[in-house]
């Protein structure tokens, strides 16, 4: 190399992503009517709190972004309507939107928080304490009364 700039080779083989994730040549908007484009994510996890930030630019949270818990799992969905005004050229995604993230504990859905600040969803969920597992022991109890005149068989 010389000049110091960066050589950008390409693979005889294209990466899956770079087939599904965006639309075949030849075939605009073209895409399987159940999917739903993926958002980035990025979590984090500090002092017990799980943080998500969601990638959702141009959204407008009151009407295109929902958040569920489902158990452990935290899903985001959003929708992205298209302009009418024509356009010469366009690289904006639209349609829906829908991720999930697994978290490692069933999610308190009373403690969630989430906002929507410059394109991104910042979603935290305060995690429970891990519950510590002791060894105990459990007492069993007599059903019943003992044969009379006799030691239990």
């Given at each position: 190399?010389?000049?110091?700039?960066?050589?950008?080779?390409?693979?005889?083989?294209?990466?899956?992503?770079?087939?599904?994730?965006?639309?075949?040549?030849?075939?605009?908007?073209?895409?399987?009517?159940?999917?739903?484009?993926?958002?980035?994510?990025?979590?984090?996890?500090?002092?017990?709190?799980?943080?998500?930030?969601?990638?959702?630019?141009?959204?407008?949270?009151?009407?295109?972004?929902?958040?569920?818990?489902?158990?452990?799992?935290?899903?985001?969905?959003?929708?992205?309507?298209?302009?009418?005004?024509?356009?010469?050229?366009?690289e904006f995604r639209y349609g829906?939107?829908?991720?999930?993230?697994?978290?490692?504990?069933?999610?308190?859905?009373?403690?969630?928080?989430?906002?929507?600040?410059?394109?991104?969803?910042?979603?935290?969920?305060p995690m429970p304490d891990e519950?510590?597992?002791?060894?105990?022991?459990?007492?069993?109890?007599?059903?019943?009364?003992?044969?009379?005149?006799?030691?239990?068989?």
């Open positions: 190399m010389t000049g110091g700039k960066v050589e950008r080779r390409h693979s005889l083989f294209p990466d899956f992503n770079d087939w599904f994730n965006r639309e075949f040549p030849g075939l605009p908007g073209w895409r399987p009517a159940t999917a739903a484009h993926s958002i980035p994510v990025e979590v984090t996890n500090s002092g017990g709190v799980y943080v998500l930030r969601v990638e959702l630019p141009g959204m407008d949270p009151d009407d295109d972004i929902s958040i569920t818990v489902d158990d452990n799992l935290l899903t985001v969905n959003a929708e992205h309507g298209e302009t009418k005004e024509d356009k010469e050229h366009s829906s939107f829908r991720r999930t993230v697994r978290l490692p504990a069933t999610i308190p859905a009373d403690d969630v928080e989430a906002s929507y600040a410059d394109g991104i969803l910042t979603v935290r969920v519950q510590t597992t002791a060894v105990r022991t459990i007492p069993v109890k007599r059903i019943g009364k003992p044969s009379e005149g006799g030691a239990a068989p």
